[in-house]
């Protein structure tokens, strides 16, 4: 599986960015997709994930009612909307996908997903 993220910028705080993952390799109904960001220096931190079908989604508690995790299998793609964005979601946005949905509580203790792209600098300046 390969994975391509895109979209990341520099915004002021309260604007939106759209982050898109270009899943490939494999049909992406076939795999779980997730976000994680990381800030250098820190530990990757999980934003979001969504299973194959769509019908199960978490976010992390900081981006929950501002971070929507969008799939359209169909084109291959998994978007990441970012609403009300606040200086501290400046990181590198990575998308990764799994084979299988691990479920609610491996994601939120921060398990990690067994495919990454390269990420997307998002900067958010106050």
């Known amino acids: 599986v390969q994975l391509q993220a895109s979209g990341g910028g520099l915004v002021q705080a309260g604007a939106s960015l759209r982050l898109s993952c270009a899943v490939s390799g494999r049909t992406s109904s076939t795999v779980a997709v997730g976000w994680y960001r990381q800030v250098p220096g820190k530990e990757r931190e999980f934003v979001s994930v969504?299973?194959?079908?769509?019908?199960?989604?978490v976010y992390a508690d900081s981006v929950r009612g501002r971070f929507t995790i969008i799939r359209d299998n169909v084109r291959d793609m998994v978007y990441l909307q970012l609403n009300n964005l606040k200086p501290e979601d400046t990181a590198v946005y990575y998308c990764?996908?799994?084979?299988?949905?691990?479920?609610?509580?491996?994601?939120?203790?921060?398990?990690?997903?067994?495919?990454w792209g390269k990420g997307t600098q998002v900067t958010v300046s106050s």
């Open positions: 990764a996908a799994d084979p299988e949905y691990n479920g609610r509580t491996y994601y939120l203790a921060g398990g990690p997903m067994q495919y």
């Open positions: 969504i299973n194959k079908s769509g019908s199960n989604i």
